[in-house]
């Protein structure tokens, strides 16, 4: 059993351990944007963030002849992607393979140090027991499927020159093994993230998504009741909730229609907590597109209260 | 004490750890041609051979800038070489870089999954402590440097596109670390090889060069009691030695300018001990260029011989 091995040797903690955070989410679910905040709150010095969908083990022209799109885990070197989850986990250094995705080109792979924090983001980090065994905190992105149909026809189009009824196509394609290998990993994330609309309201279409954090019990999450129990500020609820699995969970609901002075309340009390002498970074809640989103910026924070208590447990 | 640690898990033996070869030299010393032979002996379903010239981490022209060659340690990514070899000689696959001498760029890198045999080959796999950690046999290849130049100019010439007087300079470039970091290796080898002339003879110039292992009481060598003291070989005959460093050393004298019919005896004897059901292989003693040469086929029988062995040990 790999997976207990892996946990024991990091239980040890040799101090150079750095902590391990998995994004999983679908294609455009929107993890790149949550990963790159993060990486510039803590600074590249001290996180590096890994993309695990370049372990494919095919390129674009021989995927062409294959029976299974790139969500699938036969079309990605899995096993080498738990062998290097493990290295990092470790603190050991990878070289990790590089998918060039503007060529659809396997490339010269990169040395990858891994430093006090690791952020590993794509669509498979969660998708065995080995590599979940490598992880300190994981997250799963779960927008709604037609608002990431939307990003996904938005980015694809845009950045990868591709026609919008390619990109529909090609999600359709992608349909059975996003239901079968993708989606499953919602499961075993400590924290579920949903960017959405909030569905009885009419804001103007400018107004920041809303988010909804589903905080499973799996680790400890912040104590959050100073800033929830203030009636000033509405911009945050808690709700305890039974998920779709039957499992109890607290819901924490964080609006985009509040004012950004609300907003800024909740942040500057959740960064307080951080104990961490910088300020308030900029970096926080920025959209692909330059803009601003503060439940963007209150997820990212939660995130960083994370990271930096694991962090703070190991080198106790 | 990682290299400990490598020893005791090897050790371990869980039944799927391959057998481990290095052939370790300096550019040209030979180091594929003597591969080549074994692999194709033992057919690619069950040897795997890896070139760790692969783990170079800069491409030709980012080298260009660099205050040293290719066969400086800096140059490579070591740390990932020992990681690599370790994974390897534990019977985990690797994606291992690959580097395109035609272009003299970084590309895709590829799967390495280890078979029975794993035979890796290059400029420095015997640099470190922890990579001989993870060899079962090592060999280095000891050309004297007058034909090991004409070997690269030849191969570089007609194989590399280069001029011979590219070729020069950049051995002339490449001496001070051959001299710091290749040939220091030499001391770590259960076996040394040395392809040359016999100096005291003046044999027509298509006679096969003859070789001098020296066999170091490192590991046990197989008995050849029975091939050398048989009065009619003049083929092969072993000479108690203090190598350069004072140590004494069984050195193996295979001797080029035999009889072919002389030189199969000894080739059927060596053959017949390593108890496969096998007939001798054709593949044995090929060099480079098509022509055949007996003392690399005895070469190749004696590295055979403790491949199978080990083999045999580990099953025991």
Chains 1, 2 share one sequence.
Not at 15 to 29: E, H, N
Not at 285 to 299: E, H, K, M, V
Request: charged share 30%; aromatic share 4%; proline share 8%.
């Amino acid at each position: 059993m790999p997976h207990r091995i892996v946990h024991m040797l990091r239980a040890r903690g040799s101090g150079r351990r750095p902590v391990m955070l998995a994004i999983a989410g679908d294609s455009a679910a929107g993890k790149t944007t949550l990963t790159r905040g993060l990486v510039q709150c803590l600074g590249e010095d001290r996180m590096t963030a890994v993309c695990v969908d370049d372990y494919h083990r095919y390129d674009r022209r021989e995927r062409k002849d294959k029976p299974f799109t790139a969500l699938h885990p036969d079309c990605n070197h899995i096993d080498i992607m738990e062998q290097h989850l493990q290295l990092l986990s470790m603190g050991e250094p990878i070289l990790k393979p590089v998918y060039d995705h503007s060529t659809g080109e396997l490339v010269r792979p990169e040395l990858v140090e891994p430093r006090d924090f690791v952020i590993v983001e794509g669509l498979l980090p969660l998708h065995t027991r080995l590599a979940r065994a490598c992880f300190d905190i994981t997250v799963y992105l779960d927008p709604p499927e037609s608002l990431r149909h939307q990003w996904k026809i938005d980015r694809d189009t845009n950045k990868r020159g591709y026609a919008p009824e390619q990109v529909r196509a090609e999600l359709d394609r992608r349909e059975p093994e996003s239901a079968a290998y993708i989606r499953p990993q919602r499961r075993w994330a400590d924290i579920v993230v949903r960017f959405a609309p909030v569905a009885e309201r009419t804001d103007p279409p400018e107004t920041p998504l809303s988010a909804e954090l589903l905080l499973r019990p799996t680790i400890d999450h912040p104590e959050l009741r100073g800033v929830l129990d203030d009636a000033e500020h509405r911009a945050m609820h808690l709700k305890l909730h039974r998920d779709t699995d039957g499992r109890p969970v607290d819901a924490l609901h964080v609006h985009g229609y509040v004012s950004p002075e609300e907003s800024q309340v909740v942040k500057k009390t959740i960064w307080e907590r951080l104990d961490t002498p910088a300020e308030l970074p900029d970096a926080l809640g920025r959209l692909a597109d330059g803009a601003g989103s503060d439940p963007l910026a209150i997820t990212q924070l939660i995130l960083l209260y994370h990271l930096l208590e694991a962090n703070r447990a190991q080198a106790a």
